[in-house]
């Protein structure tokens, strides 16, 4: 099974950029759809964005495209989510989480290995 580190998340203000890193071990991540999702205080855990194995296989729900981008650097077995014109609203626990199969999907019961995620907080 593979193993995930999410790392990157901190304190910005309204309007900065982060990017969040996701490093597998154990197994590589080339075979394995990998999703961004995130849970506000209190809240659920969301899907953000996936990535899939083929080159421009990726998803971004409505709510984040065109500020947040998903990718994989497969030499590193890491994928990252960046994360532009940050909001109050996008704070939260990011986390990243592997599932198998060829298509991305958002259902959370798909994804089989999670990491411990990272804190991201946006200041007004």
């Known amino acids: 099974q593979v193993q995930l580190v999410e790392s990157g998340g901190r304190l910005v203000q309204t309007g900065g950029s982060l990017r969040l890193s996701c490093a597998a071990s154990?197994?590589?991540?080339?075979?394995?759809?990998i999703g961004w999702f995130r849970r506000i205080p209190g809240g659920e855990r969301d899907f953000l964005a996936g990535?899939?194995?083929?080159?421009?296989?990726?998803y971004h729900v409505d709510s984040v495209k065109g500020r947040f981008t998903i990718s994989r650097d497969k030499a590193n077995n890491t994928v990252y989510l960046e994360m532009n014109s940050l909001r109050p609203e996008d704070t939260a626990v990011y986390y990243c989480?592997?599932?198998?199969?060829?298509?991305?999907?958002?259902?959370?019961?798909?994804?089989?290995?999670w990491g411990q995620g990272t804190q991201v907080t946006v200041s007004s």
């Open positions: 154990g197994r590589t991540l080339s075979r394995s759809i």
């Open positions: 989480a592997a599932a198998t199969g060829p298509k991305i999907t958002s259902n959370i019961r798909s994804y089989t290995s």
């Open positions: 990535i899939g194995w083929n080159p421009g296989q990726t």
